[in-house]
């Protein structure tokens, strides 16, 4: 039997490993407070679309460098997965500001980040319609991945772990 084009093209993608890497991503941050409930807040989030769930990292910098990270973890680790699938996902660094330099060095960083963040944003945009599919099927699901795994590995000790 002869395979088709588009049979082919499927064979480099495995969706089995997503339960795997939500796994290793909720146990590595199992023990740090108030991070693990951000799964569930991560699920939501998929609804609002690529450039608003990786946009969520900036955000929670101000507020929590755990949550942040947490995130950014699982953008990375969907950027990994995707690229398995011969996807590339936009996964620049964004300049973290310093607040330990005087007013104009702070302007220029501020107005580098904004750069950087517009960047970003375009390259998701500019990503084919059928990757962003794709890719916001495989985030879908590997959100509903790191909810049951938080619900399995979350601390009984403390509700707001």
Partial sequence: MVQSQESKKLEGWQPYNLDYYAQEIVLKHRDTKHVLNESHKMRMAVAYGLERFWGEHLRLKRESINKSQYWKDVWNKL???????????????????????NRDAQKKQEEEQTKQIKGMAKKIWSMPFNEQKVALMVLTQFCDALVWWTQRYKRKDSKDN
Wanted: net charge negative; glycine share 0%.
């Fill in 79 to 101: 950027a990994e997965i995707l690229k398995l699938a011969e996807i590339t996902l936009p996964n620049d660094e964004i300049l973290s500001i310093s607040s330990h330099q």
